[in-house]
């Protein structure tokens, strides 16, 4: 299974907002309602942001929201803060009941 | 609330087996599907495959056959090995609990912190 495919990178300075783009097929992210994403600092583990395409959990703040379009999923960041800068993944379910990930955006706050 | 911890040892020789063993702490392994997840050095995550808390498995078919996972409801453990290592196989391991009860879904969380384990002779 080939990954989903993500921007390697985007940036955005503080304030602003950003758009993550994750596109597969209709196998996976086009098929179903089971897209999540995650936030990774260097060195430590994935933090989920968004599961079941838009949903937030707990603790999560209301600046990340996610949706879908077809088989594009995307991930929003508003209001910009040095913090958000990270590698983000986006993951989706698939026909097989597997999971695929994205190759990943590095997300820059200049 | 639920924690996870990696464990096995950091370094495997080529050919060789690689066994890591995730406990979970905090909460009970039943009713959930867990997930073996790996990162390369300096690359992207590759979902290697999830173990139901009834023994049922799936796996990344990219793996080819070489990986399995069991678990340990006993003792609140799951287990992955990985045959034939190369050092292809050098990566950070995570384990992680998926979604909701009786769900797979296939969202992750929480992970552990993750272990190294590097393939070299």
């Known amino acids: 299974q080939s990954a989903l495919t993500q921007p390697a990178s985007v940036s955005g300075s503080p304030g602003q907002s950003i758009t993550i783009s994750c596109t597969g097929t209709?196998?996976?992210?086009?098929?179903?309602?089971?897209v999540s994403w995650y936030q990774q600092h260097p060195g430590k583990a994935p933090k989920l942001m968004i599961y079941?395409?838009?949903n937030r959990p707990l603790g999560v703040s209301n600046r990340f929201s996610g949706s879908k379009s077809g088989s594009t999923a995307s991930l929003t960041i508003s209001g910009l803060r040095t913090e958000d800068e990270a590698d983000y993944y986006c993951?989706?379910?698939?026909?097989?009941?597997?999971?695929?990930f994205g190759g990943g955006t590095k997300l820059t706050v200049l | 609330q639920v924690q996870l911890q990696e464990s096995g040892p950091g370094l495997v020789k080529p050919s060789e087996t690689l066994s890591l063993t995730c406990t979970v702490s905090g909460g009970s392994i039943n009713t959930y599907y867990w997930s073996w997840i790996r990162q390369p050095p300096g690359k992207g995550l590759e979902w290697i495959g999830f173990?139901?808390?009834?023994?049922?498995?799936n796996y990344n078919p990219s793996l080819k056959g070489r990986v399995t996972i069991s678990v340990d409801t006993s003792n609140n453990q799951f287990t992955l090995r990985v045959s034939s290592v190369t050092p292809a196989d050098t990566a950070v391991y995570y384990c992680a609990r998926e979604g909701r009860p009786y769900d797979s879904s296939g969202w992750f969380d929480p992970w552990g912190q993750g272990a190294l384990v590097t393939v070299s002779s």
């Open positions: 079941d395409v838009s």
């Open positions: 173990i139901y808390f009834n023994g049922g498995t």
């Open positions: 993951c989706s379910h698939t026909s097989s009941s597997t999971r695929i």
């Open positions: 209709s196998s996976d992210v086009g098929g179903y309602n089971y």
